[in-house]
């Protein structure tokens, strides 16, 4: 058949299915005839832009099932892909930009509403079932496996088969649509069934999936849905071209339609607008004699969630011997650590020392901090030794006021990246149990001299970099009830009471803001006589709007060695995965050849340089044109030290990144290590040792599109912090944006070299 000939069949080919057209066509009458109304009594609440999209809506949905798309979709699988978009991607959010609710229920006659839908949205089943569809995770979930159930090659070829089950499959993406965008758009008088700002990951995580699934139409080698090999093809396009034009249609104006509205809805919440949907209507209108409760959103003021109100993990934690038997467990797996380090291969892919330090224990560190926050302080081995050798030797001394402060723990910081970089610790399982060791006597000398826990609030790296991303954990350990804590005289929460000390870290919990120094010991929550105290949920970096004075820490933004550790660690997140990469590596050795240096004298120098020169310039000319831009009274290093803690989610981001790719990668590398010492053990075993090449493992498609998710999360999370930070600085918007400016820019410079990196074939992650 020609090219004419087909265009001529397919423009003829129009679907005349009365029930879609009588459908669409009520919808559009119900409509129009309740917003005429409703525009007559509020002409600046109901404009024409509303009726337009409404009916686009309509409009869309009759283009994609009854115009000639429906039977080609049968014949090609990028018109399916077509029609599949115009029912998910554009006639959903064009029907809720309408704020089609209260139209439609007074295009009904009265006596409907009355009798039919008013006792319908007042029942208890109607308002659970609106509440629950509204929850962000099921409309997710809803969404997201849908698509993924439908796109299942079998049940995918049924539907082109069976016009029933595809009448289904149509009614499936349209309902979880429309259930997945409600939440988006909030068409009025809709109400948020949480923070806004949940909106931006809940967009991103579905563009990964969306993106994920189109990858596997578009990069496949082989047909995935047979049905489009034994239909006639059409313009000479092969089963496998027409499924890779597929893909790209699904990934590209499919991502558009994710990131559009995330972009839209985050430069709201950056700059402060929100849309007239996510504010209450000062009036509802009568619709039913009176006013009718639409399930219009999840339940309002709900109890602040508790990990302590957990059926089984809140029993375990508020055990009073929980943290012992974590740390216990934690120094067995040390020493075994250790003393393989020290005798066992000195093959860092062979030895326990050499993989589970490098990467599992950091790759989970990670991963315990933005899932339930300081969880590794809480598990620590390095403080039970201390705290058996106390019952004997009680410590008497404090530690110096003039070391009560982050400076050394940031010099010791410096010395542990510039020997991990130097020396290459990662590669030598002798040096990371002495250096392990070396950790436990420390701490041991320390805490047995000192009292409280001065090795973890003023020494302890690990414990520094804990501190500063446990800023982003969704969970902190505060009062649940302030009213409680005031009507307490005895304090024991920072006090103590019987043998369970008060908070060695100085952080009394009426006054405790954040999780700043704070070690997940638990003590508070034994020691409080009124169960007073919980591990509450709150919105990740809360407590970096503002500047509040903190106990037993002051106010961050006013302190030196705060906002100094903050920057390095920021920096250090993005050399130390850099230093991984191809490129560098090459750098690095024809630098070394020309100058004739030793390695380590190369990697020193790009030390000095990408850790100190390079910081110290793009920080202080930003923090001089934030001041010049809008005239602040603050003197550049006092800007310094307010913005650093906004960089702190871009950071975050780049650890997780970086530490998440390793943990995927080389998760396996554990299984014949473990083996090979329960040998050396003593236990036989007839299981062949298979080595697995670290960091070596096949990269999953989904791993760059996480990644990069990561850096975009902290992008966000670090352009809104500065910006509310400028806010507070200058309550005058223009001169806020001055200000806000030069910090944005630095963190868009600081999230290109991310994307840079993760881009990078990785030559010591066993990449090509």
Wanted: hydrophobic share 55%.
């Amino acid at each position: 058949m020609d090219g004419d000939r087909i265009e001529t069949a397919l423009l003829r080919s129009w679907v005349w299915d009365p029930w879609l057209c009588l459908g669409l066509a009520l919808a559009a009458g119900l409509y129009l005839r309740g917003w005429s109304v409703l525009r007559r009594r509020a002409p600046a609440r109901w404009g024409g832009c509303q009726a337009a999209a409404f009916v686009g809506g309509l409009v869309v949905v009759l283009l994609a099932l009854a115009s000639p798309v429906e039977p080609l979709s049968a014949l090609l699988l990028q018109v399916h892909m077509v029609q599949h978009l115009l029912l998910m991607m554009v006639a959903p959010p064009l029907i809720w930009l309408g704020a089609p609710l209260w139209p439609l229920l007074r295009g009904l006659p009265a006596s409907v509403r009355r009798h039919a839908i008013g006792p319908f949205l007042r029942d208890g089943l109607a308002r659970s079932l609106g509440a629950a569809l509204s929850d962000l995770r099921v409309a997710w979930l809803l969404f997201v496996g849908l698509t993924w159930l439908w796109h299942v090659p079998a049940l995918f070829d049924a539907a082109l088969v069976s016009p029933g089950l595809h009448y289904v499959e149509h009614l499936c993406f349209f309902g979880s649509a429309l259930v997945f965008w409600w939440p988006v758009v909030l068409p009025y008088p809709a109400q948020s069934p949480g923070p806004r700002w949940l909106i931006l990951p809940y967009l991103l995580f579905a563009d990964v999936q969306n993106t994920v699934l189109s990858a596997l139409l578009a990069f496949s080698d082989s047909v995935i849905y047979p049905h489009y090999e034994r239909v006639p093809r059409l313009w000479d396009l092969s089963a496998l071209e027409d499924q890779a034009i597929a893909g790209v249609i699904m990934w590209v104006p499919g991502s558009m339609a994710f990131l559009l509205p995330l972009g839209w809805i985050g430069c709201g919440l950056l700059f402060g607008s929100a849309p007239a949907s996510t504010r209450r209507p000062a009036a509802v209108p009568r619709l039913v004699g009176g006013r009718i409760g639409l399930p219009l959103a999840g339940p309002t003021n709900p109890a602040t969630p508790d990990l302590l109100r957990l059926p089984l993990l809140g029993r375990f934690l508020r055990w009073r011997h929980a943290r012992t038997l974590l740390q216990g467990l934690m120094l067995v797996l040390a020493g075994a650590i250790i003393l393989d380090g020290w005798l066992g291969p000195p093959v860092e892919g062979m030895n326990l020392a050499g993989i589970v330090p490098w990467i599992h224990w950091r790759g989970l560190v990670v991963l315990g901090l933005l899932a339930l926050g300081n969880v590794f302080c809480l598990a620590c081995p390095f403080l039970l030794p201390r705290t058996w050798a106390r019952r004997w030797q009680p410590a008497r001394r404090s530690w110096p006021s003039w070391l009560r402060s982050k400076w050394l723990a940031v010099a010791f910081l410096v010395v542990f990246f510039w020997a991990y970089e130097t020396f290459a610790l990662w590669a030598d399982p002798w040096a990371t149990a002495s250096l392990a060791a070396a950790y436990f006597l420390a701490a041991f000398v320390v805490d047995s001299w000192f009292r409280g826990a001065a090795f973890c609030k003023y020494l302890c790296p690990i414990g520094q970099f804990n501190f500063v991303q446990s800023l982003v954990s969704p969970w902190e350990v505060r009062a649940r009830s302030a009213e409680v804590c005031q009507r307490c005289d005895t304090k024991d929460c920072i006090r103590g009471r019987g043998p369970v000390p008060g908070c060695e870290l100085h952080l009394f919990i009426p006054r405790k803001v954040g999780n700043w120094d704070c070690i997940f010991c638990l003590d508070c929550i034994h020691a409080c006589p009124h169960d007073n105290v919980g591990i509450l949920a709150r919105i990740p970096g809360q407590e970096l709007l503002t500047d509040p004075q903190r106990s037993g820490v002051g106010r961050l933004g006013r302190r030196a060695d705060v906002a100094l550790l903050v920057l390095l660690l920021v920096f250090v997140a993005f050399v130390n995965a850099a230093g991984m990469t191809a490129p560098v590596l090459a750098c690095q050795d024809r630098l070394a050849e020309r100058l004739g240096w030793p390695f380590w004298a190369v990697v020193t120098l790009n030390c000095i340089f990408a850790l100190g020169l390079v910081p110290v310039a793009l920080v202080g000319s930003v923090a001089l044109l934030s001041r010049l831009g809008s005239g602040s009274l603050l003197s550049p290093w006092g800007l310094v030290k307010r913005y650093a803690l906004a960089f702190v989610p871009l950071g975050f981001g780049m650890w997780m990144a970086h530490y998440g790719f390793h943990l995927v990668t080389s998760w396996e590398a554990i299984f014949p290590v473990t083996l090979r010492v329960a040998q050396a053990l003593g236990f036989e075993s007839t299981a062949e040792l298979r080595w697995v090449c670290r960091c070596n493992s096949p990269v999953a498609e989904w791993l760059l599109q996480a990644e990069i998710l990561c850096l975009q999360a902290g992008l966000l999370g670090s352009l809104y912090l500065a910006y509310r930070i400028s806010l507070e600085l200058h309550p005058v918007w223009r001169r806020a944006v001055h200000a806000f400016l030069p910090w944005a820019g630095l963190v868009l410079l600081l999230f290109a070299v991310g994307l840079w990196i993760v881009f990078q074939p990785m030559e010591m992650r066993g990449m090509m």
